[in-house]
């Protein structure tokens, strides 16, 4: 939770938060603005290069250390991305932490072997109603 809301601070009263919001809204703008655009691709591929790490440490505390151990978690990380909308850093968030309960809560009731049916199944409830994911914006298409 530290890390979540860090990374929510970082990006709402930092410059550089602040840069990396505008260059994901509209790069070319942003450009145009002065903001040192490649400096904060950068920035964002070294934050989510040492998140990774961090997560993989973590991950790796309560599991077996493998080559392939994360495979696992991508089709619920994809989840918990589509979930809280796409283009959301706090939709991607919102969406993991719901993904995650879920699927740990599920094991209260289901063998553990379901534990990722649940939490995707719980995506597609989600979806049927606000396709658009918790946080993301309605865009129409075309």
């Given at each position: 939770m530290l890390v979540l809301l860090g990374i929510a601070a970082l990006l709402q009263k930092t410059?550089?938060?602040?840069?990396?919001?505008?260059?994901?809204?509209?790069r070319d703008l942003a450009e145009a603005s002065g903001i040192?655009?490649?400096?904060?691709?950068?920035?964002?591929?070294?934050?989510a290069g040492g998140l990774a790490a961090l997560g993989g440490v973590f991950f790796g505390l309560v599991e077996i250390?493998?080559?392939?151990m994360g495979f696992k978690l991508l089709?619920?990380?994809?989840?918990?991305?589509?979930?809280g909308g796409l283009g959301s850093?706090?939709?991607?968030?919102?969406?993991?932490?719901?993904?995650?309960?879920?699927?740990?809560?599920s094991t209260l009731w289901f063998?553990?072997?379901?534990?990722?049916?649940?939490?995707?199944?719980v995506l597609i409830l989600v979806l049927l109603v606000r396709p658009q994911g918790i946080l993301g914006r309605a865009e129409r298409v075309g």
């Open positions: 410059r550089i938060g602040t840069a990396v919001r505008a260059v994901s809204a509209n040192d655009v490649q400096r904060v691709v950068l920035f964002v591929w070294m934050l250390v493998t080559w392939d089709l619920l990380m994809f989840a918990g991305i589509i979930l850093a706090y939709g991607a968030m919102a969406g993991s932490l719901v993904i995650g309960i879920v699927a740990q809560m063998p553990v072997d379901l534990q990722y049916a649940w939490a995707l199944l």
